[in-house]
């Protein structure tokens, strides 16, 4: 975990990347790039990856940056951590709908434990641990009746132990907050498998961010964004406890992809109509800075941040974005054609950027130190 004083040097630096005024010019400045990839080693990063963003045949989970041995997988991962027991393995969790958990040795591909999800139910990307490292998360959806529900697995096992209402439809995202409890990002979409990811509900949609007592599963409270046609997807704590959300516009346009909690409700971050334009509607992964939050602008091709107060900050360059995470006083930040990209906060720009031969997936972590 980054230190107070490396999280504030990597906020500054991104505020430093503005795009000269982005949300008050009518014409924004691109920003700064690398000029040309680098042939160094990449830093050591979990992910997911396919041989190619638009036609993948061949899914593997593993280490960047180091010489061992990929996992080979049944189709796309999507969400992956290591395991809070510190043994040097990790958990991937299937791309929606999707139907597999795998627990592997990351360091000689060694397989541990797997779940495979029966005809009742599907994966919906994310998971989520308890602090000890004894029970796993997964949101999931209940193919009987639609419901999003999370399950709760034995950690090192995978065995299934329970299930849980978590408030709503077409869950994804799940984390666990620092007061103890689950947050759930809950999109509000229902997709199944026999139509894959066709969103099936969309006059309908309800999302919100709930929370869920880990205890006992208990639905402790919901919060809706201010239009119901903002898809909740990815969630965010800051060192402070501020939590933020990053979202998909399934309607009207105008929106930012960015909502802080604030009370009791999730308020929009600052955006105007040249932001709003620049950032899309689809919004990928969040990272948590010291007092701030990253958000990936997928399709739009930009990296936007905002503070923890809500006002807009920096937008960047970083085409088809994915992934995000913090390593120290770096944020890297990956792409699905295969571009890994480490800003560097003390220079206030892009310090390496790294071109590889596969299609980099929605989610990562860095290796750890030991590594």
Same mark, same amino acid.
């Given at each position: 975990m980054a230190t107070e004083r490396s999280r504030r040097r990597l906020l500054a630096g991104l505020a430093a990347l503005s795009c000269g005024g982005l949300a008050t010019r009518p014409a924004l400045a691109r920003a700064a790039a690398c000029a040309r990839a680098d042939t160094g080693a990449p830093p050591g990063l979990l992910t997911c990856w396919s041989d190619s963003p638009a036609r993948p045949t061949e899914f593997h989970a593993g280490l960047l940056g180091t010489a061992s041995p990929a996992l080979a997988l049944p189709a796309r991962g999507h969400d992956i951590a290591w395991h809070p027991s510190a043994d040097g393995s990790a958990v991937v969790a299937a791309r929606r709908p999707g139907d597999f958990l795998v627990r592997w040795h990351v360091a000689t591909g060694t397989e541990l434990a797997r779940f495979e999800a029966d005809d009742e139910s599907?994966?919906?990307?994310?998971?989520? =641990?308890?602090?000890?490292?004894?029970?796993?998360?997964?949101?999931?959806?209940?193919?009987?009746?639609?419901?999003?529900?999370?399950?709760?697995?034995?950690?090192?096992?995978?065995?299934?132990?329970?299930?849980?209402?978590?408030?709503?439809?077409?869950?994804?995202?799940?984390?666990?907050?620092?007061?103890?409890?689950?947050?759930? !990002?809950?999109?509000?979409?229902?997709?199944?498998?026999?139509?894959?990811?066709?969103?099936?509900?969309?006059?309908?949609?309800?999302?919100?961010?709930?929370?869920?007592?880990?205890?006992?599963?208990?639905?402790?409270?919901?919060?809706?964004?201010?239009?119901?046609?903002?898809?909740?997807?990815?969630?965010?704590?800051?060192?402070?406890?501020?939590?933020?959300?990053?979202?998909?516009?399934?309607?009207?346009?105008?929106?930012?992809? =960015?909502?802080?909690?604030?009370?009791?409700?999730?308020?929009?971050?600052?955006?105007?109509?040249?932001?709003?334009?620049?950032?899309?509607?689809? !919004?990928?992964?969040?990272?948590?800075?010291?007092?701030? =939050?990253?958000?990936?602008?997928?399709? $739009?091709?930009?990296? $936007?941040?905002?503070?923890?107060?809500?006002?807009?900050?920096?937008?960047?360059?970083?085409?088809?974005?994915c992934a995000m995470t913090t390593h120290g006083d770096r944020l890297l930040v990956t792409g699905d054609a295969g571009d890994l990209w480490q800003f560097d906060a003390a220079g206030a720009r892009c310090a390496r950027h790294w071109q590889l031969p596969v299609a980099l997936d929605n989610h990562a972590n860095p290796a750890p130190a030991r590594t």
């Open positions: 599907r994966f919906e990307g994310h998971l989520a =641990f308890r602090p000890d490292g004894r029970v796993l998360y997964a949101t999931e959806t209940d193919l009987i009746t639609g419901d999003g529900r999370i399950g709760v697995f034995d950690a090192l096992s995978l065995e299934r132990l329970d299930a849980w209402p978590c408030g709503g439809i077409g869950p994804h995202a799940v984390e666990w907050m620092a007061d103890g409890r689950l947050a759930v !990002a809950v999109g509000g979409i229902l997709t199944l498998p026999e139509t894959g990811r066709v969103k099936r509900n969309l006059a309908s949609m309800d999302p919100s961010l709930a929370f869920i007592d880990p205890a006992d599963g208990r639905l402790l409270s919901r919060h809706r964004p201010p239009d119901a046609f903002m898809s909740v997807r990815h969630i965010a704590q800051d060192a402070h406890g501020n939590i933020a959300v990053s979202m998909q516009n399934e309607g009207r346009a105008g929106r930012p992809l =960015f909502a802080l909690l604030d009370g009791e409700r999730l308020r929009y971050g600052e955006a105007d109509a040249g932001l709003i334009e620049r950032c899309g509607d689809y !919004a990928g992964d969040i990272v948590a800075l010291d007092g701030g =939050f990253a958000v990936s602008c997928t399709r $739009a091709g930009v990296t $936007a941040a905002w503070d923890a107060k809500g006002r807009a900050g920096t937008v960047f360059d970083t085409r088809r974005v």
